[in-house]
């Protein structure tokens, strides 16, 4: 296992992260994604540190609060301690009317200065902690104005309830204002993104790579395997079994005939390697630059061991420009207009590095 900084900070986290996503059950959509409960979320949380993970990543809407619940009680259980263990957590959305921390009141969502005051103090209840390490808002709020909300999240740090900050699903242009404002107010940034991306998913490619690059924020990956679409289980031609997560909820969207045609070509080279499919599509995410940490959820320990296994795949050059080739995203504007104009600039610095 490796580790590496959390964007432009001293912070190690492990190149995988332990996703809570399948802890507890509660609600219709997240029973589907798993109902795991206390044995068997001590079980997978136990495996995953004994396997070198020491990131843990869950959220307040899991469940309606019952995964943050359930994970708090894991480290309890298995007497980890606090400084071996880094927890990420989000606000964002609504706990639900049967969670005993909050009420299911107007304002119990959003990116609010209420909302995330009060979401703050019951993850910590339910976590069992008296500090998160990473807290991140879940989605962008259009009714909030970005300045109230990154005011608040630096609150937050100086009163030390939470380390570091990171946010989730905003486009470019909004983690871009808010780190300009952060910047001018001298307030504690954000440092990290959390976002879907796979090698059947690429756009964020486009905007967002690039943005993290310049300025230096970590890239935590959610759904590297597209909601198991990537595993390998399925082919071009069948359907979904009964109680795979894909035939209930049908999530994350993804172009059915390119995602097919990545997992041809990945389907060959974990043949070659004697690896799962699943695996091979770990390993590609751990192979680009961006990447931090990827997020890997489970329903039983064989799961999580083949996913654990995936840091050990080396995919050589020729692999990966098969890779590349197969998930290239087709051009579209601006970025076909920048690559040209950009081309003579970039062999200008270039030259000027070989001198």
Request: hydrophobic share 40%.
């Amino acid at each position: 296992m490796r580790y590496r900084n959390l964007g432009n900070t001293g912070l190690f986290v492990s190149e995988l992260c332990l996703g809570t996503m399948t802890f507890g059950g509660n609600g219709e959509m997240w029973s589907q994604i798993g109902n795991l409960q206390q044995a068997d979320a001590d079980r997978l949380v136990g495996r995953a540190l004994d396997a070198g993970i020491n990131f843990i990543d869950t959220a307040d809407v899991y469940s309606q609060g019952q995964s943050e619940v359930i994970t708090g009680q894991a480290l309890r259980n298995l007497g980890v301690a606090r400084d071996d263990v880094v927890v990420a957590t989000k606000v964002f959305g609504p706990t639900g009317t049967d969670d005993p921390y909050r009420s299911s009141g107007v304002n119990n969502r959003g990116a609010s200065r209420y909302h995330i005051m009060e979401g703050v103090k019951a993850s910590l209840k339910r976590l069992q902690l008296d500090h998160i390490d990473l807290y991140q808002i879940h989605g962008f709020d259009p009714a909030t104005p970005i300045e109230e909300t990154v005011r608040a999240l630096h609150t937050l740090v100086e009163h030390g309830h939470v380390r570091y900050l990171g946010v989730s699903n905003w486009a470019a242009w909004q983690i871009m204002k808010a780190l300009g404002i952060a910047r001018q107010n001298g307030w504690h940034r954000f440092e990290s993104l959390q976002a879907y991306y796979t090698v059947a998913g690429r756009d964020l490619e486009r905007e967002i790579v690039p943005l993290l690059e310049n300025e230096k924020l970590g890239l935590m990956v959610w759904s590297p395997l597209a909601g198991g679409l990537l595993s390998g289980k399925y082919t071009r031609d069948g359907e979904a079994q009964a109680g795979d997560r894909r035939a209930t909820f049908d999530f994350p969207p993804v172009d059915r005939e390119r995602g097919f045609d990545c997992i041809d070509t990945m389907r060959e080279i974990a043949d070659t390697k004697g690896v799962s499919v699943a695996r091979i599509a770990l390993a590609w995410l751990l192979h680009q630059r961006a990447v931090t940490s990827v997020i890997v959820g489970a329903r039983r320990l064989d799961q999580l061991d083949d996913n654990i296994a995936a840091t050990e795949v080396r995919l050589d050059e020729d692999e990966l420009d098969r890779l590349d080739q197969v998930s290239a995203l087709p051009p579209e504007y601006p970025g076909w207009m920048l690559d040209r104009q950009g081309d003579y600039r970039r062999g200008q610095m270039s030259a000027s590095r070989q001198r």
